[in-house]
């Protein structure tokens, strides 16, 4: 079923009646060639990408709950490439160009909005990093414009420029960054893999790998085993417990990170604005509801939900920036649990085990990065080799010294 | 979440810095043990569930503490001082 115009139309003037489910729902067979362990945006991503650039033919993925239902569903669904360092920027430039076309790509509207993403700066010092990050990323083929003071207040008129602690002297903007629909992101990714006969299989989790001579066979899972040429592993958030049972100890904390959403107000954030010093940013939906975040909460925790202290300091943070969000009422929060890496980068490799490949590290910018984790994780798994963007996302980066340590935190997970 | 401090009684976590996996204790000589190094600077278990970790009592007594908590419902099951763990291991401090 192709999405276009004209089926819309055609689907109003006859009651709506034609429309078939997005994917199938099948049985998992014996066995696959490979086996997409998660089905989030990056694991969806990833089968998808194995059906359609690399005519991979016998894929399946297994999720243990509904697809779309963990972090793919909790993000603040922000899309950028505004990143340092050489190891993370093409990464991220590459996916930003994906995001470009993905909705052509899927047959999808995955309402991909380039509205631009602005990073407040408070100091000179500031002023001067940002430039440098603007430099880099100009340098990787991104684009960048630094912002003074006027051009941030013909932008956003209402914030509060004279703050006593943070006095607003501009910003770093990136037109390009914006944001997608989460949802739509994992669905266009779900149908476009089924449709190119990739088993997307549901409520199957995984519970452990069957390793023989230091090859993976299969895993097993709450519906039985299923054998595999080849494992790969997409479950950030809770990556650790997964390799646990093949066996792996990882460069990993898991954390919770909380979003925030007020009710539907008319139109006043066009873009995104983040306010790193303030621990806070925030967009606005198409529904009108501000939505914002701050910081992790900072401990570790698989509970999917946070503690009040950080839903304070998220709020003085919206209060400083912007006085007029004191006025607006609070819909809803949450909470989504974050692979947080040694190194606050991620991790695409293989791993001790033959035929097992592992997908993870998100920290807390894994939506941004769906189209290019699933490209190269794609890559990875149907070549061997790893794509040329993401060369530096491995295992032994911290034995070799080759950390890509965008903050310089160092071995801090809660500081990333 | 209230830490139940073994000298101040329950103070709320706030008060306090998180560091991490209680393991962190036991630091490996670097020189002598790279690898070792490695893993015990890089490396976790991150449970899902009983959890031991160090927290610093910053804004209080500047004490280190083992607390013992589940990190699937938060909650706390104990805390004791770091440094009775630490010399209960061996070590001097």
């Known amino acids: ?416 | 979440m209230l830490i139940p401090h073994p000298l101040l009684g329950p103070r709320d976590a706030q008060e306090f810095t998180y560091l991490g996996d209680a393991a962190l204790i036991d630091r490996p000589d670097g020189l002598t043990e790279p690898e070792k190094f490695h893993d015990y600077a890089y490396l976790r278990d991150n449970p899902a569930g009983v959890h031991k970790e160090l927290w610093f009592h910053e804004q209080g007594d500047r004490s280190w503490l083992v607390v013992t908590r589940n990190t699937v419902t938060h909650e706390i099951l104990g805390a004791v001082l770091a440094r009775d763990t630490a010399r209960g291991r061996g070590r001097s401090k």
């Open chain 1, 1 to 416: 079923m192709k999405f276009s115009g004209w089926r819309v139309f055609r689907e109003a003037l006859t009651g709506h009646r034609g429309w078939t489910a997005n994917w199938r729902d099948p049985d998992p067979k014996p066995a696959y060639d490979i086996i997409v362990v998660g089905g989030g945006g990056h694991g969806l991503a990833t089968a998808f990408y194995l059906a359609k650039e690399f005519e991979q033919a016998s894929v399946a993925v297994l999720e243990k709950g509904w697809i779309g239902g963990g972090n793919a569903g909790r993000n603040t669904t922000i899309i950028r490439s505004n990143y340092l360092l050489d190891g993370n920027e093409p990464f991220y430039e590459f996916s930003m160009k994906l995001w470009e076309g993905l909705e052509q790509d899927l047959n999808y509207n995955a309402m991909v909005s380039q509205r631009g993403i602005l990073n407040l700066f408070h100091t000179d010092a500031q002023r001067d990093a940002y430039t440098r990050r603007g430099n880099a990323m100009l340098l990787h083929g991104a684009d960048a414009e630094l912002l003074d003071r006027d051009q941030v207040r013909t932008m956003y008129p209402f914030l509060n420029f004279d703050h006593a602690r943070f006095p607003i002297k501009g910003g770093l903007l990136q037109r390009r960054g914006g944001t997608a629909r989460h949802d739509a992101v994992a669905w266009g990714y779900a149908r476009g893999a089924d449709m190119r006969g990739v088993d997307i299989i549901q409520n199957c989790g995984v519970t452990g790998f069957r390793i023989e001579n230091g090859k993976v066979l299969g895993v097993e899972t709450t519906r039985g085993y299923i054998g595999a040429k080849k494992v790969g592993v997409a479950v950030a958030g809770n990556s650790s417990r997964v390799m646990a049972a093949a066996g792996m100890r990882l460069p990993i904390e898991s954390h919770v990170l909380q979003a925030f959403v007020s009710e539907g107000l008319k139109p006043v954030i066009d873009g995104v604005m983040t306010f790193g010093a303030g621990h806070f940013y925030v967009s606005q939906s198409d529904k009108g509801g501000l939505v914002f975040g701050g910081d992790i909460d900072g401990y570790n925790s698989y509970a999917q939900r946070g503690n009040l202290p950080v839903i304070e300091d998220v709020a003085e943070g919206g209060m400083a920036l912007m006085p007029m969000i004191g006025r607006a009422r609070l819909l809803r929060t949450w909470g989504g649990v974050m692979d947080m890496s040694m190194d606050g980068s991620p991790f695409i490799d293989r791993t001790g085990v033959e035929g097992l490949y592992f997908n993870g590290g998100w920290c807390y910018g894994g939506f941004k990065a769906t189209p290019a984790s699933g490209y190269c994780f794609a890559h990875l798994l149907a070549t061997d080799r790893p794509h040329a963007t993401a060369t530096a996302y491995r295992l032994d980066r911290f034995k070799r010294g080759a950390m890509i340590d965008e903050k310089g935190q160092g071995a801090q997970p809660n500081l990333h």
